[in-house]
C-alpha cells in the first residue's frame, strides 16, 4: 500500500476495506485520496475515504505547516529541496518566493536564515490564508505575504535570491523574474524536462529568458521522476 502521512491525515493510492484498522495503525483522523492537483492555483480533486476534518498540521524539518487538505496541495517529495535552499540563503539576502503556496519554501528560509526579507507571492487565497497562518505559527517576522499573480507582482521587487518553486509552464514567467533579480543573484527554476533535455533545455530558457545578462550555471538537481522519462529539476543559475 502507498501512502503518505501529513499532519494526522493518511493520503493513499488506492481504495482499501481496511479503513477503521488503518487509521488505528497511522493514528490519524482522516484518509483521503488526493487524485490530482489541477490549475495554476494547484487545486486538489481528492475524496475523503474516513472521517472528515482535512485541515492538519504538518512538521518538517522544525517548521510547521498547518493547511487544508481539501484546499491546497502538499509534496512530500520535495522536503529536500526545501531545506536544501534554506541552506542556500546567506545572511541579510533579500529573496522573493514566487509561487509560494502555503510556505514551502518561504517558511524553511524563515526558520533556518538569517535573510533580511522573503517575498513570497501566491494567487490561490487559501494558499495565502495558510502561508498567512504559517508565518504567525513559525514567527517569521521577516516574511511579507503577497496575493497576486506573479506576472503582475513580481515587477514590484528587486532581489538577491529568486524561488520559481512551480512546475507547468514555469518558463513563461522567467523573463519577469530575471528583470527582478539583482546582479550577481541566484535564480532556483523548476522545471519538468525529458530525461534527454535535461542537461539542455532548462539552461537554454533561462538564457534566452536573460538577453544580454551572463548567466553561469551552479547545479542541476534531480528532484523526483514527474512521469514516465521525465523528471522535475531545479537548476539554480547565477546572473549577472
Not at 533556518?112 to 498567512?132: D, F, G, Q
Not at 551552479?218 to 514527474?226: E, F, M, R, V
Amino acid at each position: 500500500m502507498k501512502y503518505k502521512k501529513i499532519g494526522d491525515i493518511l493520503i493513499l493510492n488506492d481504495n482499501p476495506s481496511n479503513l477503521n484498522e488503518l487509521a488505528r495503525k497511522y493514528n490519524v483522523k482522516t484518509i483521503m485520496q488526493i487524485d490530482h492537483i489541477q490549475g495554476t492555483k494547484r487545486e486538489p480533486v481528492y475524496k475523503i475515504l474516513y472521517g472528515s476534518e482535512t485541515e492538519t498540521i504538518n512538521r518538517e524539518n522544525k517548521c510547521l505547516f498547518k493547511l487544508d487538505l481539501s484546499k491546497v496541495m502538499w509534496s512530500k517529495g520535495n522536503v529536500n529541496e526545501r531545506l536544501r535552499i534554506a541552506k542556500l540563503v546567506e545572511d541579510d539576502e533579500s529573496v522573493l518566493d514566487m509561487f509560494a503556496g502555503i510556505g514551502y519554501f518561504s517558511i524553511p528560509i524563515g526558520v533556518h536564515s538569517s535573510a533580511k526579507e522573503v517575498i513570497s507571492i501566491e494567487i490561490n487565497p487559501n494558499s495565502y490564508y495558510y502561508l498567512c497562518e504559517n508565518i504567525k505559527l513559525n514567527k517569521c517576522d521577516n516574511i511579507t505575504p503577497v496575493l497576486g499573480d506573479c506576472l503582475v507582482e513580481t515587477p514590484n521587487f528587486k532581489a538577491d535570491r529568486i524561488l520559481m518553486g512551480y512546475v507547468k509552464t514555469t518558463h513563461h514567467y522567467l523573463r519577469v523574474a530575471i528583470d527582478s533579480l539583482n546582479k550577481g543573484g541566484i535564480i532556483h527554476y523548476h522545471e519538468t524536462v525529458p530525461e534527454k533535455l535535461i542537461e539542455t533545455r532548462p539552461i537554454s530558457r533561462i538564457k534566452q529568458s536573460a538577453g544580454d545578462r551572463q548567466v553561469e550555471l551552479l547545479k542541476i538537481n534531480k528532484i523526483k521522476k514527474y512521469s514516465p522519462g521525465v523528471w522535475h529539476v531545479v537548476i539554480d543559475a547565477l546572473i549577472d
